[in-house]
Nanobody, 121 residues
Framework: QVQLVESGGGLVQAGGSLRLSCAAS????????MRWYRQAPGKQRELVAA???????DYADSVKGRFTISADNAKNTIYLQMNSLKPEDTGVYYC???????????????WGQGTQVTVSS
């Protein structure tokens, strides 16, 4: 059974930094992509950053230049370094992964439980 576990959230003042981690564990054959989403109170979940197995990455316009997604493929872990945080970055941050559990298996999407990030003004 696959699990995604996020960590690193917390309370920080505007302008500060946090580093989130997401570790995938269990029966994993191949990870195709991993992403960070966030959901603010009363708003829809939105994509923040994504990284694919080939090393490419993409960001929401609102976080470009401030957030950096990285991966440690040996550990099946991704990170989100968040700098120059703003109050509007507040929300629950979720990790998402597209992966297959067996050779030639159809990739499935998995979600972590989320970690709260609160940025005070």
């Amino acid at each position: 059974q696959v699990q995604l576990v996020e960590s690193g959230g917390g309370l920080v003042q505007a302008g500060g930094s946090l580093r989130l981690s997401c570790a995938a564990s269990g029966s994993i054959f191949r990870i195709y992509a991993m992403r960070w989403y966030r959901q603010a109170p009363g708003k829809q979940r939105e994509l923040v950053a994504a990284t694919a197995s080939g090393g490419s990455s993409d960001y929401a316009d609102s976080v470009k230049g401030r957030f950096t997604i990285s991966a440690d493929n040996a550990k099946n872990t991704i990170y989100l370094q968040m700098n120059s945080l703003k109050p509007e970055d507040t929300g629950v941050y979720y990790c998402n992964a597209d992966l297959s559990e067996v050779f030639a298996g159809i990739p499935k999407s998995y979600w972590g439980q989320g970690t709260q990030v609160t940025v005070s003004s």
